[in-house]
């Protein structure tokens, strides 16, 4: 695996996830609300901390809007050309990381790790791509590395690499 630039060639799968599952946005926004109300709340009812309280948002609330913004732009894109898979991480990575056809060992469809979105390591997945719950691709690859990549779109996430891989051979 490496990173390229320049994609050429005809698209076999091309895919743009993003952060929008209902549950995490909730929880978001609930998080910031509590940030911002029980300090002013507890100051109050106390009569006292008031300045405290206040000091502590100006800390807390452009921190908490920065995290909402990065949830809500960053996208994971997923590409399939006859070559291999493209995907990066916007605006975090201009570069798409590769995996040459060639360097596949097999690909599995399995299930996503359960409430485990972004991109990490996760024993027994390697390194993992995803934007919600669901299904995606665990490719093995030569020299036993693992990358789990995400999609919304399985089947044609699977039929893309499939022909990807006929092509190889």
């Known amino acids: ?13 091309s895919e743009t996830q993003t952060f929008r599952v209902k549950w995490l946005w909730v929880l978001l926004i609930s998080c910031m609300l509590i940030a911002i109300f029980l ?9 006292q901390g008031l300045k405290e309280a206040v000091l502590s948002l100006l800390i807390t609330v452009p921190i908490e809007t920065v995290v909402l913004y990065l949830f809500y732009v960053v ?3 997923t590409i399939v050309r006859k ?3 493209y995907y990066r991480w916007r605006p975090f990575f201009t570069k798409y990381n590769f995996i040459a056809g060639s360097d596949i060992e097999t690909e599995i469809v399995d299930d996503g790790p359960i409430l485990s979105y972004g991109f990490h390591f996760i024993l027994g997945y390697g390194w993992v791509h995803n934007t919600g719950p ?8 030569i020299g036993g590395k693992r990358i789990f990549i995400g999609s919304h779109d399985i089947n044609s996430f699977q039929l893309a690499v499939d022909k990807m891989i006929t092509r190889r051979n």
């Open 1 to 13: 695996m490496n990173r390229k630039k320049e994609i050429g060639g005809p698209v076999l799968f």
């Open 39 to 47: 300090p002013l709340m507890i100051a109050w009812i106390n009569k």
């Open 75 to 77: 996208k994971l894109e």
């Open 83 to 85: 070559d291999g898979v």
């Open 134 to 141: 669901g299904k995606g691709i665990r490719f093995n690859l």
